[in-house]
């Protein structure tokens, strides 16, 4: 599966909400019946550093809360970085 296809996967299943990094697995799981073969947590660290997503720690939550906004959307996700 290309990136691009993972980002826009990953985009779907947003909306306009807040999500933990388990209920974004969970959620692409369910619903694409898509696993990522790597750690996830890192490939939604990937996204961030490229703008595909934003997140930040969750002192309430106890670990990442990710969203996807209008400017994550209007990036283009072929561009994520290679770190």
Request: charged fraction near 35%; charge should be negative; proline fraction near 2%.
């Amino acid at each position: 599966m290309m990136i691009e296809e993972v980002v826009r996967y990953i985009w779907a299943v947003f909306g306009d909400e807040r999500l933990s990094t388990r209920d974004v697995e969970t959620r692409l799981a369910d619903i694409f019946d898509y696993h990522c073969p790597d750690d996830f947590a890192k490939t939604m660290t990937k996204l961030k550093q490229s703008g595909l997503v934003k997140g930040e720690v969750s002192m309430k939550k106890g670990g990442w809360i990710w969203w996807v906004d209008d400017e994550c959307r209007s990036k283009d996700p072929m561009k994520v970085n290679e770190r």
